[in-house]
């Protein structure tokens, strides 16, 4: 299941040489993140099952400068669910176009809130994650 977050790019995203800067990309992957979260009810459920969000690894291929004024299109999408880890894959376009600005591949366990630990995903956790894989 894809979701989709726009984000506007304002004079602060940018660097010396008037592109965004690539700290700031992370920053927009984040906030699509929250987005598909909060989209799909999974921030109160992770809540109540005390499990966090916890990255253990990010992946990203810069692709294509994005300056002051453009929208940015963040689609995001679970790609892979294993017995310890998840993977979102996330891809930034310049919105309204097939222009691949950046796209990147995030690795997360579930954490434990109680043991801190990583949960194994199981049961209804990987019914959860799965149901939002898509290619």
Same mark, same amino acid.
């Given at each position: ?5 726009? /984000? ?23 906030? !699509? ?9 999974? /921030?109160?459920?992770? !809540? ?6 916890? /990255?253990?690894? /990010? ?30 894959? @996330?891809?930034?376009?310049? !919105? ?21 630990? !990583? ?7 990987? @019914? ?8």
């Amino acid at each position: 299941m894809q979701h989709k977050t726009l /984000i506007k790019v304002r004079g602060y995203h940018l660097d010396i040489y008037q592109h965004v800067n690539n700290a700031r990309y992370l920053e927009f992957l984040e906030e !699509a993140r929250w987005s598909y979260l909060e989209d799909h009810g999974d /921030i109160v459920w992770f !809540a109540e099952q005390k499990l966090a969000w916890v /990255i253990v690894n /990010i992946n990203i291929n810069y692709r294509e400068a994005a300056t002051v004024g453009h929208s940015l299109e963040i689609q995001t999408h679970f790609s892979k669910v294993g017995s310890k880890s998840a993977v979102i894959h @996330q891809a930034i376009y310049i !919105a309204g176009t097939n222009k691949l600005v950046a796209d990147a591949d995030i690795t997360f366990v579930c954490l434990d809130q109680k043991t801190g630990k !990583a949960a194994v995903i199981e049961g209804m956790l990987k @019914q959860r994650l799965e149901q939002y894989i898509s290619t």
